[in-house]
C-alpha cells in the first residue's frame, strides 16, 4: 500500500487561502482529494490524472481550488483560495492503481489520514 501524507491544514478566515500537501511514499498514478465535514459522507474534491494533464473539480470548489502536482517529488497539492466556513472539513489525498482521474470513493485504495481544515472568523 502506498502511503500518503496530508499536511498543510489549519484554521483560516473566511475569504483565506491555504495550500495542501500529499507526500507519497512512491509514485503515484491517478490522485484525488476528498473531504468529510461533521455529519456528511465523503465527498470528492478534485483529482488529478498520474501525469497532470487532466484535472476535475466538484461544482462546488470550481474556481477557488486548484489541484497540482509534482512528480519529481511524489507530491500532490491543493491550493484553496477564497476559502468558505462550507469548506471546513477533513480532507484527504488517496491514490488509485489507474492513471485517470476520478472523484468516486471507491475507486481509490491508499489513503492519507487527513489534515483538518477550519474556516472561521
Known amino acids: 500500500q502506498l502511503q500518503l501524507v496530508e499536511s498543510g491544514g489549519g484554521l483560516v478566515q473566511p475569504g483565506g487561502s491555504l495550500r495542501l500537501s500529499c507526500q507519497a511514499s512512491?509514485?503515484?498514478?491517478?490522485i484525488g482529494w476528498f473531504r468529510q465535514a461533521p455529519g456528511k459522507e465523503r465527498e470528492g474534491v478534485a483529482c488529478?490524472?498520474?501525469?497532470?494533464?487532466?484535472?476535475l473539480h466538484t461544482d462546488s470548489v470550481k474556481g477557488r481550488f486548484s489541484i497540482s502536482r509534482d512528480n519529481a517529488n511524489n507530491t500532490v497539492y491543493l491550493q484553496m483560495n477564497s476559502l468558505k466556513p462550507e469548506d471546513t472539513a477533513i480532507y484527504y489525498c488517496?491514490?488509485?492503481?489507474?492513471?485517470?482521474?476520478?472523484?468516486?470513493?471507491?475507486?481509490?485504495?491508499?489513503w492519507g489520514q487527513g489534515t483538518q481544515v477550519t474556516v472561521s472568523s
Open positions: 488517496a491514490a488509485r492503481g489507474s492513471n485517470s482521474c476520478s472523484l468516486y470513493v471507491s475507486d481509490f485504495g491508499s
Open positions: 488529478i490524472s498520474r501525469l497532470g494533464g487532466i484535472t
Open positions: 512512491g509514485s503515484p498514478y491517478g
